[in-house]
């Protein structure tokens, strides 16, 4: 593959809700231009984007692919972004790398969530965006409903630049708007020009009337010549439009079928005529050597930058670090710094990835996207430089985790397995985190949602050959009393010589600190205990607290006095003082009204004010108690509420049902509280089955 200068770069990235068919319009675009000779299909397991056999077996794309494309002289590089939320890690990497966006809708479909997140996404990161409208060859195909939806959600920014041609209810071709031009569908792409039909023309004006408004506003003197009644030239058009389009005043909307590869030369050539070059982006690091700003801003003079947007970590195609070229020129032989592991490597290939094909190349200019293998102690967001100009660029800040379950391996002895499995996945997606419950004797396995937590089961099973299952996970409860008592333990054993004995008469009551789990002191007068044993005692109560005996799990906010007791001046140790304690301790728990604790998160949901009752039903249904709603500018409402952790499992499946993946939570721990009567007596089951299960086990 040629090297490209920034000039003739652009880098797009594909956002739209799962199934709108970003993946297919890949497929056409790349077999328009000639990468392939057969349009491949998503059903069929053959397209170039969703390579991997999870994505084959589900029918959707489940990781960030990149094609790119030559149209003419420049080099398209195309992100195609899964559009289910679970993989929302995803298309946040893809989003730093590029510097435009392609939103795609369903004409049969028509805007859904994914739509309007991909805006959203688009508004967040500052993109030149363009919408495809694709399935214009269905029956029940409606480029009018999704215009007017969008006009209806983003107002006068929203731009047609096409309006279907349709004969006998079949979509032939389409109306240029900015040349006013008919143009009917020969093979694939390719058109002749036609008349525009009489029975568009209404729509066709519309179009035209709204797109010449925005070239007017664009700059004062195109105004007064708009409002002297002057025609604009093509070029002014066409300049002023550019312009509009890279600063998000004009987003424009282009139709087709990607099904049928119709509409994408027209794509291809909005994407090289409007989209900008990456040099229009600003970018700034730090140099380490001197603490100094660097910019940048994909200045192919300047030292090479490179920085890694997304980890490949596949057993069948090898590790690869996706990066984009920030400044200078990254050769194949180079030697590269990673400032932030301080590690130097040599380059021995350098590549440029097309979905799994790896096509080799000798140097990448500032502003490309490319591909090195085996770089050992690189991971997504570090920095690659020279070691003379050593560059770091901000981390990205990807959404965070908050659904888990717990996880066990099925084979015990495939422990070590799993684990280099699972950091493996973990470099490859940065929404996974695996943490070690000590406390809890479980493992917990978090994501963004339960669809990809399995996946990640099935990854591992298909991909790297061990097997794990996925359960509920244990709740960190704890349990405290609620009253004070004085109970004596004794610890009497007697046994050939030297036998063991340890007398303590100690108080229980609550400390008020629940942050605590336990505060000890003494209060013996006359040496009935000797000092030397007082630490054996507080021993003892510290092992006792561990574990409950209500339910087995940790005690908090105990008051401990030692008030009494008796030893022997033979038998008397530390031990039996120890002993004699827990034996105290278990007595005196259950005498002073043990209650379980309940784990207490502050949530936080984001919501469009329509859902607000559904959410605070649920959550009153969940024991939540809704502490207030804050109005947010863009129509939604946050919605605080106090909730058991208990009750926030499946919760990310339940939002999404509810709002049809619009809503977003997350949450913090807040405190304990007293849980229910009838909770308590739940989890005393749970946890006596449990702890019988693992004693089987």
Not at 100 to 111: E, M
Not at 477 to 499: A, D, F
């Amino acid at each position: 593959m040629e090297t490209y200068k920034y000039e003739k770069i652009r880098n797009v990235v594909l956002l739209g809700h799962g199934g709108s068919g970003k993946t297919t319009l890949v497929e056409a675009i790349a077999y328009t231009t000639g990468i392939t000779n057969r349009q491949g299909k998503v059903e069929e397991g053959n397209t170039i984007s969703d390579y991997d056999k999870e994505e084959n077996k589900r029918l959707f794309s489940i990781s960030t692919t990149v094609v790119p494309i030559i149209w003419e002289d420049t080099k398209i590089n195309l992100l195609d972004t899964p559009g289910y939320f679970d993989f929302v890690g995803e298309v946040e990497e893809a989003l730093l790398a590029c510097d435009a966006a392609i939103i795609v809708v369903s004409a049969k479909s028509g805007v859904e969530i994914g739509t309007m997140k991909a805006w959203d996404y688009c508004e967040k990161y500052k993109l030149p965006r363009m919408f495809f409208v694709t399935d214009m060859d269905d029956d029940n195909a409606s480029f009018r409903a999704v215009v007017e939806r969008l006009d209806e959600l983003y107002g006068k920014k929203i731009a047609p630049f096409h309006s279907p041609i349709r004969e006998n209810e079949k979509f032939v071709g389409f109306v240029n708007v900015v040349k006013m031009a008919g143009r009917r569908f020969t093979k694939l792409s390719d058109y002749v020009d036609c008349e525009i039909p009489e029975y568009s023309m209404e729509y066709v004006n519309k179009y035209r009337e709204s797109l010449l408004d925005a070239v007017a506003e664009s700059s004062e003197e195109l105004m007064e010549k708009y409002f002297e009644g002057e025609e604009f030239t093509p070029q002014e058009i066409s300049t002023a439009l550019r312009s509009s389009v890279i600063d998000c005043s004009i987003v424009p909307v282009l139709m087709g079928s990607g099904l049928y590869a119709q509409g994408t030369r027209m794509i291809l050539e909005a994407i090289e005529k409007y989209f900008p070059s990456p040099n229009k982006g600003v970018l700034t690091g730090v140099n380490t050597k001197t603490d100094e700003n660097f910019a940048a801003d994909y200045d192919a003079n300047k030292p090479m930058t490179a920085y890694v947007f997304k980890t490949i970590a596949d057993p069948f195609i090898g590790k690869f670090s996706l990066i984009k070229i920030c400044s200078g020129v990254l050769k194949s032989d180079s030697v590269i710094y990673n400032a932030d592991k301080d590690t130097e490597e040599k380059l021995s290939r350098l590549y440029v990835l097309r979905g799994k094909e790896q096509i080799e190349v000798k140097e990448l200019y500032a502003g490309d996207i490319g591909a090195i293998g085996k770089l050992s102690n690189t991971v997504t967001g570090d920095t690659l430089s020279t070691k003379a100009t050593p560059i770091v660029y901000a981390r990205p800040k990807l959404s965070v985790p908050y659904a888990y379950q717990r996880f066990r391996t099925k084979n015990k002895g495939d422990d070590d397995k799993v684990s280099q499995a699972l950091q493996k996945l973990m470099e490859e997606d940065l929404t996974l985190r695996v943490v070690n419950d000590k406390e809890n004797r479980q493992t917990l396995l978090y994501g963004i949602g339960e669809q990809q937590l399995d996946v990640v089961v099935s990854k591992m099973l298909q991909r790297y050959k061990v097997d794990i299952e996925i359960m509920k996970p244990r709740v960190p409860y704890r349990e405290t009393i609620r009253k004070k008592v004085r109970v004596q333990g004794k610890y009497k054993k007697q046994s050939g010589g030297h036998g063991q004995y340890g007398d303590v008469h100690i108080e229980f009551e609550p400390s008020g600190d629940m942050d605590l789990p336990y505060v000890f002191e003494e209060n013996v007068f006359g040496g009935v205990v000797p000092k030397n044993f007082f630490p054996a005692v507080e021993k003892g109560i510290a092992e006792s607290v561990l574990k409950g005996p209500l339910a087995g799990y940790p005690v908090v906010g105990l008051k401990a006095t030692l008030v009494d007791g008796s030893y022997h001046p033979v038998d008397s140790s530390e031990m039996a003082f120890k002993m004699a304690t827990i034996q105290a301790f278990k007595q005196g728990i259950m005498e002073a009204t043990p209650i379980l604790l309940e784990p207490i998160v502050t949530l936080k949901v984001l919501v469009p004010d329509k859902f607000t009752g559904d959410i605070m039903g649920d959550l009153n249904r969940r024991r939540g108690r809704v502490l207030g709603m804050n109005p947010l500018h863009n129509g939604k409402q946050e919605i605080v509420a106090d909730i058991p952790l208990s009750e926030t499992f499946g919760y990310a499946t339940d939002l999404r049902s509810m709002t049809g993946g619009i809503g977003e939570y997350s949450y913090e721990f807040a405190r304990y509280e007293q849980a229910p009567s009838d909770v308590q007596q739940k989890v005393i089951e749970e946890s006596e089955k449990y702890a019988n299960s693992e004693e089987v086990g």
